[in-house]
């Protein structure tokens, strides 16, 4: 009796799973972020409303935060307010809201970031204490003589917010998805909200969403031991509501 030949194999399709294997993962977007122009001057951004109403939602959080009484250093007041004479730059915090906020600072928002920081302190606590006043934070480091690191390459700074120490800030590297994070923005100059997960490829659950902040900040050098950004209100009509102080002592 002859044997049945079995039925002829269907050809895969090229994007088809096999069975028990999980789907790729599609590939991330290509980052286009410009280089710094190393002393050429950035573009001007012009503000936009949604930073008022920003202001005005993290207002409403009830938070009470001490003020911190640090002196200005290397600015000139006008009206006693708006501070001048600094270079602008593009600053972002962003961070998942129940882990660690980080600090960017680009030349325009289009650009690589020129400093990425790490900071000891969780990403809703700092938005809440920004709604409920001005907030200060000092990061020191100890002065060495014999090295002539710049001041922003120092790798480890001891935190003080609003005159508390809280712990320490890192500079690091940007990762990928520190560039992804910054590419999904390029088009933003000032905002605050919240980056759908699938834009993120590490992203931890139990550490809630991704949020961000972005704003124009002041650059002000008083000396090689001290500089200073001064996250900037649209309006003019007020002083900076985040100013971080980076000093070697």
């Known amino acids: 009796m002859p044997v049945p030949k079995p039925p002829p194999r269907r050809p895969t399709p090229n994007n088809a799973v096999a069975p028990n294997q999980s789907p790729a993962r599609p590939a991330a977007a290509p ?31 009830p ?48 650009s690589v970031p020129q400093l990425i920081l790490e900071m000891s302190i969780h990403t809703d606590k700092l938005l809440q204490d920004m709604g409920s006043g001005l907030v200060r934070i000092a990061l020191e480091c100890e002065k060495n003589p014999s090295e002539k690191t710049k001041l922003i390459d120092e790798p480890i700074w001891t935190m003080y917010c609003n005159g508390r120490k809280t712990g320490y800030a890192v500079k690091r590297g940007a ?13 933003v100059s000032m905002g605050a909200g919240v980056l759908p997960s699938e834009n993120v490829v590490d992203s931890p659950p139990a550490e809630g969403e991704l949020t961000y902040l972005r704003a124009f900040f002041e650059r002000v050098i008083g000396s090689k031991d001290s500089e200073t950004y001064y996250m900037m209100s649209p309006d003019g009509n007020s002083g900076p509501e985040l100013s971080i102080f980076f000093v070697r002592v």
């Not at 951004?45 to 008022?52: A, I, V």
């Not at 001048?84 to 882990?99: I, P, S």
């Not at 990762?175 to 088009?187: G, P, R």
């Open 31 to 61: 980052v286009i972020l410009q280089q710094p122009s190393h002393g050429k001057k950035g573009g001007q951004w012009k503000p936009q409303k949604l930073f008022r109403r920003v202001k005005s939602v993290f207002r409403s959080f």
């Open 175 to 187: 990762t990928d998805d520190d560039l992804n994070v910054m590419q999904k923005l390029h088009a």
């Open 63 to 110: 938070v009470i935060s001490t003020p911190c009484k640090m002196p200005v250093p290397g600015g000139r007041l006008q009206d006693g307010n708006h501070i001048h004479g600094g270079k602008q730059m593009t600053g972002t915090l962003f961070g998942f809201r129940k882990g660690r906020i980080n600090v960017s600072i680009q030349e325009t928002p289009r």
